[in-house]
């Protein structure tokens, strides 16, 4: 698509969209220029009527700076690598290894270090990478400006554009900077990125309004960012940079602390449950075996060590980087970019998503969709957007085109001013938004504008203005002249001859207001004898006595897919919720298509949520579907009120408008192709095909996501937990130290972490999308996990203290028996890996074969720890040595009752809940 991209320049001085500081600075110290005339703005600017000198610009320009949009600066790899270490379970870890430094026991802290160090490479690499990828979306398009200095008009970059320029803009182009228009000639202006609005605005130098007059409806100023859909115009630079209407709303999206993903909040609470655990276990044990044992204060300490070894999940920080960075992966290949790792799950987890209409939900391309002809036919156009690719369908079959559709579809291609075209087998467009969509419609029925003009020289025309509400174009043909109409069907009707009976035209009539009550922009269509006068250089009449050739209904027609995105969130158990700038007839519309709303009640517009109550807010959002005519200020407020009423909240959008309410959700999602570069900043993820239903693929793509995590955690867990149980028991009975501080890190770093990782890459087990949302409250460890942790760490913990006793009264040595009860453990991690690839389904029931990187990280961990057995080095670090085959026999038979023990709670647990 060649027609205009999606890249920002800059926007406001005195017309703050949020309360931004700069915002309120500048309207403090400038007028909004939208309430003055233009000889005011120019004496307020120290303009002249010929523009600025070159002297002046150059002085302005050191003054006011670029006109660039702030930004925040790309962080380092090295940055990205220090945020790993802000999680608790870091701190945990970090204490860990502090306290091992203080009594000596360097082994242990090194390997404390070494985890935290690849953990934050790891995760540091895969956010920098994730980085690079979203910034790449960027588009770097150098935009230009017509500007006239020194008396002369002078094509510029538009980072040189100062306040007090007058600058040039006509159709196609980019408005380089916030505009107080002077003069125009037909202009429209395409606002949608700044105010959702699918129409564009037809601009009026001569308009005045008040201070509190929306920004939408300022007809006499142009904001930077927006585009000239057609006509031309000039206009006095007021606001270039960060005082703009985009570089407030800029400045907001910096300063916004943004909600925290789902995981991370999960994460936090679970790290201080787990701190608080370790702390009190091994506190109470240390007084057990001081006054119950007679243990020395320094002996005890040894088996507060262990015991804390055991209970924190030493490998949780690298298994869960692996798990998010394989998820980041999957996502990727679905068209989901992470630029936060912790943000994988987050659509998983969320429970409500808040939608921009324009661009996210719809193609942001009028389509003629309806051609309801005088005798009462509706005909139906297929297709989606400007390319005209589709056909007209009467009663759902083809139709020939025909003399009157013939006609129609003249009036369609020649009282137009834009263009449409195939450019090396791509089709490309230019203009007015209605201008191309009435050109697609006409190419359908085989007309085009280039053909048609070559046999219909324009002789002559009217252009739309809103306060005629029609444009007309005149052409002579076999020495004939004929006027060709389009507009409001009021103004069309008017203009048609006497000839119709008022009940005809109280049917036409009614035919147009049936179509707008569907959601379409209706414009009629007529045509007829025009007088030799228009042939001269004189403005012509208005037209009358015209044929009356039918109404086209037009609408931004919603993207493939989404209808079925939808409805797949619904049945995932997550919310949809429009929130757009649009008209609430055309919100309406949309909603219906979608399945969100049905009944214009249902439809909650900007000026009733103005001075709700927090609480009132929180109403409206649990009961609303559909939000329209909302300003960036009240999205960001329907946002803070949704998370307040405990949703997790996901916000998609592409547009600057957008930007604040990305910020401040749980997940931002941004569209990646059209989004604007303020709206990817604010997001954690983007979408790199604009599809909403690339939002269900990442909903997914999260909770598979997350449930591996928490597969990785009740393996962590729930065999740190049994180490902690053997510990214990060892400790209430006056036993030796069942293993050593450095046996456990081995366990829970090498063996376990090799394992943990492989897990990591498990598939879904399939329904992920069948099934609700985890309440926002609940904690990683809810009541199924819990009672599972528990029935697997005390049957290892009781077999393994079981089996450390029998080795000992067989008469092994301390370091023997450590040496069979750390081979055992091993074997209890290596059987139970099956029992967490899935919470509910038997481990008999999944093949291996569905994660080969499971088979291959099992049995590399098991001969890690063979090889240290027969090396020096195990011998030395671990003092660990070969056993017998026999012994191998009996400890494999010990450690396959975990998973017959959580074999039968998982088939008690299945019939209770079938």
């Given at each position: 698509?060649?027609?205009v991209?999606?890249?920002?320049?800059?926007s406001?001085?005195?017309?703050?969209?949020?309360?931004s500081?700069?915002?309120?600075?500048?309207?403090?110290s400038s007028?909004?220029?939208?309430?003055i005339?233009?000889?005011?703005?120019?004496q307020?600017?120290?303009?002249?009527?010929?523009?600025?000198?070159?002297?002046?610009?150059e002085?302005?320009l050191?003054?006011h700076?670029?006109?660039?949009?702030?930004?925040?600066?790309?962080?380092?790899?090295?940055?990205?690598?220090l945020?790993q270490?802000?999680?608790?379970l870091?701190?945990?870890?970090?204490?860990a290894?502090?306290v091992s430094?203080?009594i000596g026991?360097?082994?242990d802290?090194g390997?404390?270090?070494a985890?935290?160090?690849?953990?934050a490479?790891?995760?540091g690499?895969?956010?920098?990478?994730?980085?690079?990828?979203?910034r790449?979306?960027?588009?770097?398009?150098k935009?230009?400006a017509s500007?006239?200095r020194?008396?002369e008009?002078r094509?510029i970059?538009?980072?040189?554009?100062?306040p007090?320029?007058?600058?040039?803009?006509?159709?196609g182009?980019?408005?380089?900077?916030?505009?107080?228009l002077v003069?125009?000639?037909?202009?429209?202006v395409?606002?949608?990125?700044?105010?959702?609005?699918?129409?564009?605005?037809?601009?009026?130098?001569?308009w005045?309004?008040g201070?509190s007059?929306?920004?939408a409806d300022?007809?006499n100023?142009a904001?930077a960012?927006s585009?000239?859909?057609r006509?031309?115009g000039?206009?006095?630079?007021v606001?270039?940079?960060?005082?703009t209407?985009?570089?407030q709303?800029a400045?907001?999206?910096?300063?916004?602390?943004?909600?925290k993903?789902?995981?991370v909040e999960r994460m936090?609470?679970?790290?201080r449950a787990?701190?608080v655990?370790?702390?009190?276990?091994?506190f109470?044990?240390?007084?057990?075996?001081?006054f119950?044992?007679g243990h020395?204060?320094t002996?005890?300490f040894?088996f507060?060590?262990?015991?804390?070894v055991?209970?924190?999940?030493?490998?949780?920080?690298?298994a869960m980087?692996?798990?998010?960075?394989?998820?980041?992966s999957?996502?990727?290949?679905?068209?989901?970019?992470v630029?936060?790792?912790?943000?994988?799950e987050?659509l998983?987890?969320?429970?409500?998503?808040g939608?921009?209409k324009?661009g996210t939900?719809?193609?942001?391309?009028l389509t003629?969709?309806?051609?309801?002809?005088?005798?009462g036919?509706?005909l139906?156009?297929?297709?989606?957007?400007?390319?005209?690719?589709?056909?007209?369908l009467?009663?759902?079959?083809?139709?020939?085109?025909?003399s009157?559709l013939d006609?129609?579809?003249?009036?369609?291609?020649?009282c137009?001013?834009?263009d449409?075209?195939?450019?090396?087998?791509?089709?490309?467009?230019?203009g007015?938004?209605?201008?191309?969509?009435?050109?697609?419609?006409?190419?359908?029925?085989g007309w085009s504008?280039?053909g048609?003009?070559?046999?219909?020289?324009?002789?002559?025309?009217?252009?739309?203005?809103?306060?005629h509400?029609f444009?007309?174009?005149?052409y002579?043909v076999?020495?004939?002249?004929?006027?060709?109409?389009?507009g409001?069907?009021?103004?069309?009707?008017a203009?048609?001859n006497?000839?119709h009976?008022?009940v005809?035209?109280?049917?036409?009539?009614?035919?147009a207001?049936?179509?707008a009550?569907?959601?379409?922009?209706v414009l009629g269509?007529?045509q007829?004898?025009?007088?030799?006068?228009?042939g001269s250089?004189?403005?012509?009449?208005?037209?009358?006595?015209?044929s009356f050739?039918g109404f086209?209904?037009m609408?931004?027609?919603?993207?493939?897919?989404v209808r079925?995105?939808v409805?797949?969130c619904h049945?995932a158990g997550?919310?949809v919720?429009?929130?757009?700038?649009?008209?609430p007839?055309?919100a309406?519309a949309?909603?219906?298509?979608?399945g969100l709303?049905?009944?214009?009640?249902?439809v909650?517009?900007?000026?009733?949520l103005?001075?709700?109550?927090?609480?009132?807010l929180?109403?409206?959002v649990e009961?609303?579907?559909?939000?329209?005519?909302v300003?960036?200020?009240?999205k960001?407020?329907?946002?803070?009120?949704?998370?307040?009423?405990?949703h997790?909240v996901?916000?998609?959008?592409?547009?600057?408008?957008?930007?604040?309410?990305?910020?401040a959700?749980?997940?931002g999602?941004a569209m990646?192709?059209s989004?604007t570069?303020?709206?990817r900043?604010?997001a954690e993820?983007?979408i790199?095909d604009?599809?909403?239903?690339t939002?269900?693929?990442?909903v997914?793509?999260?909770?598979?996501?997350?449930?591996?995590?928490r597969?990785?955690?009740?393996l962590l867990?729930?065999t740190g937990a049994?180490?902690?149980?053997?510990?214990?028991?060892?400790?209430?009975?006056?036993?030796?130290?069942p293993?050593l501080?450095?046996?456990l890190?081995?366990l829970n770093?090498?063996?376990?972490g090799?394992?943990d990782?492989a897990?990591?890459f498990e598939?879904?087990e399939g329904g992920?999308?069948?099934?609700?949302?985890?309440?926002?409250?609940?904690?990683?460890?809810?009541?199924?996990?819990?009672?599972r942790?528990?029935i697997?760490?005390?049957?290892?913990?009781?077999?393994?203290f079981?089996?450390?006793?029998?080795?000992?009264?067989?008469?092994?040595?301390?370091a023997?028996?450590?040496n069979?009860i750390?081979l055992?453990?091993?074997?209890?991690?290596?059987?139970?890996?099956?029992?967490?690839r899935s919470?509910?389904k038997?481990?008999?029931w999944l093949?291996?074969?569905r994660?080969?990187?499971?088979i291959a990280?099992?049995?590399?961990a098991?001969l890690?720890?063979?090889?240290?057995?027969?090396?020096?080095?195990?011998?030395?670090?671990?003092?660990?040595?070969?056993v017998k085959?026999?012994?191998?026999?009996?400890?494999?038979?010990?450690?396959?009752?975990?998973?017959?023990?959580?074999?039968?709670?998982?088939?008690?647990?299945r019939f209770?809940?079938?």
């Amino acid at each position: 698509m060649t027609s205009v991209e999606h890249a920002e320049c800059a926007s406001v001085v005195g017309e703050p969209l949020g309360e931004s500081r700069a915002g309120k600075r500048e309207a403090a110290s400038s007028p909004a220029w939208h309430t003055i005339d233009s000889a005011q703005t120019r004496q307020a600017l120290s303009a002249a009527e010929t523009g600025l000198t070159s002297a002046e610009a150059e002085a302005r320009l050191k003054s006011h700076g670029p006109n660039r949009l702030p930004e925040q600066p790309a962080p380092t790899l090295w940055e990205i690598s220090l945020r790993q270490f802000r999680s608790p379970l870091i701190y945990i870890l970090g204490i860990a290894a502090v306290v091992s430094i203080a009594i000596g026991d360097l082994k242990d802290a090194g390997i404390i270090a070494a985890v935290l160090v690849l953990n934050a490479l790891i995760g540091g690499y895969q956010e920098w990478r994730a980085e690079r990828s979203s910034r790449a979306l960027q588009k770097f398009l150098k935009i230009r400006a017509s500007v006239v200095r020194d008396g002369e008009v002078r094509e510029i970059d538009a980072e040189q554009v100062v306040p007090g320029d007058l600058v040039w803009v006509e159709s196609g182009n980019r408005v380089p900077a916030d505009l107080r228009l002077v003069s125009t000639h037909g202009l429209e202006v395409d606002e949608s990125l700044l105010t959702g609005e699918s129409t564009a605005v037809f601009k009026d130098p001569a308009w005045s309004g008040g201070a509190s007059t929306p920004l939408a409806d300022r007809r006499n100023m142009a904001y930077a960012g927006s585009v000239v859909g057609r006509g031309r115009g000039k206009g006095l630079v007021v606001a270039t940079g960060a005082a703009t209407s985009v570089g407030q709303l800029a400045q907001d999206v910096l300063s916004t602390s943004g909600g925290k993903p789902p995981l991370v909040e999960r994460m936090e609470r679970f790290s201080r449950a787990v701190a608080v655990a370790v702390l009190v276990a091994a506190f109470l044990v240390a007084l057990v075996g001081i006054f119950a044992h007679g243990h020395t204060v320094t002996q005890m300490f040894m088996f507060g060590v262990a015991l804390a070894v055991s209970a924190i999940p030493e490998g949780l920080p690298i298994a869960m980087t692996v798990a998010l960075a394989i998820g980041t992966s999957r996502m990727a290949r679905r068209g989901v970019i992470v630029r936060r790792l912790a943000a994988v799950e987050g659509l998983g987890s969320c429970t409500l998503i808040g939608s921009d209409k324009t661009g996210t939900l719809t193609c942001n391309e009028l389509t003629v969709r309806e051609v309801c002809l005088p005798n009462g036919d509706i005909l139906e156009v297929t297709g989606q957007g400007f390319v005209p690719e589709g056909q007209l369908l009467s009663r759902g079959e083809p139709i020939e085109p025909g003399s009157h559709l013939d006609e129609l579809a003249r009036v369609a291609v020649l009282c137009n001013e834009a263009d449409l075209h195939r450019n090396e087998g791509t089709w490309v467009w230019h203009g007015d938004p209605t201008d191309v969509a009435l050109l697609s419609m006409a190419h359908k029925l085989g007309w085009s504008r280039q053909g048609t003009l070559g046999t219909h020289p324009q002789v002559n025309e009217i252009p739309f203005e809103p306060e005629h509400q029609f444009a007309a174009s005149y052409y002579g043909v076999n020495g004939r002249y004929q006027v060709l109409v389009k507009g409001a069907p009021e103004r069309i009707l008017a203009m048609c001859n006497d000839q119709h009976s008022p009940v005809t035209r109280q049917k036409w009539q009614g035919m147009a207001e049936s179509m707008a009550r569907r959601g379409y922009r209706v414009l009629g269509l007529a045509q007829g004898e025009a007088p030799d006068s228009v042939g001269s250089s004189q403005a012509p009449s208005e037209p009358s006595g015209l044929s009356f050739l039918g109404f086209v209904g037009m609408i931004d027609p919603l993207r493939p897919g989404v209808r079925e995105a939808v409805a797949a969130c619904h049945d995932a158990g997550v919310s949809v919720a429009m929130i757009t700038g649009d008209h609430p007839v055309t919100a309406l519309a949309i909603a219906r298509d979608l399945g969100l709303a049905t009944e214009p009640g249902q439809v909650v517009t900007g000026p009733e949520l103005v001075g709700k109550s927090a609480e009132d807010l929180r109403e409206t959002v649990e009961r609303g579907r559909v939000f329209a005519r909302v300003t960036p200020r009240q999205k960001l407020e329907l946002v803070d009120a949704a998370r307040h009423a405990g949703h997790y909240v996901a916000v998609t959008g592409d547009g600057v408008n957008d930007a604040p309410a990305l910020r401040a959700a749980n997940i931002g999602v941004a569209m990646g192709n059209s989004g604007t570069d303020v709206a990817r900043e604010a997001a954690e993820l983007v979408i790199s095909d604009d599809n909403f239903a690339t939002v269900v693929a990442g909903v997914e793509e999260g909770r598979v996501a997350y449930d591996n995590v928490r597969k990785v955690i009740y393996l962590l867990i729930s065999t740190g937990a049994a180490e902690v149980v053997l510990v214990a028991l060892a400790v209430a009975t006056g036993m030796p130290l069942p293993l050593l501080p450095v046996q456990l890190l081995w366990l829970n770093l090498v063996t376990n972490g090799i394992q943990d990782v492989a897990l990591a890459f498990e598939p879904s087990e399939g329904g992920v999308l069948r099934r609700k949302p985890r309440p926002p409250r609940e904690p990683i460890f809810n009541r199924l996990m819990i009672e599972r942790t528990i029935i697997g760490a005390v049957v290892m913990g009781l077999v393994a203290f079981g089996v450390f006793g029998w080795l000992l009264s067989a008469g092994w040595s301390e370091a023997s028996a450590r040496n069979g009860i750390l081979l055992l453990m091993v074997l209890f991690e290596i059987v139970h890996i099956g029992n967490c690839r899935s919470e509910t389904k038997s481990a008999f029931w999944l093949s291996p074969l569905r994660n080969p990187i499971l088979i291959a990280g099992s049995a590399l961990a098991m001969l890690v720890h063979v090889a240290m057995m027969y090396l020096p080095v195990g011998r030395t670090l671990l003092e660990v040595e070969p056993v017998k085959p026999a012994v191998w026999l009996v400890l494999l038979g010990c450690a396959l009752t975990v998973i017959v023990a959580i074999e039968i709670h998982k088939l008690v647990w299945r019939f209770q809940h079938r």
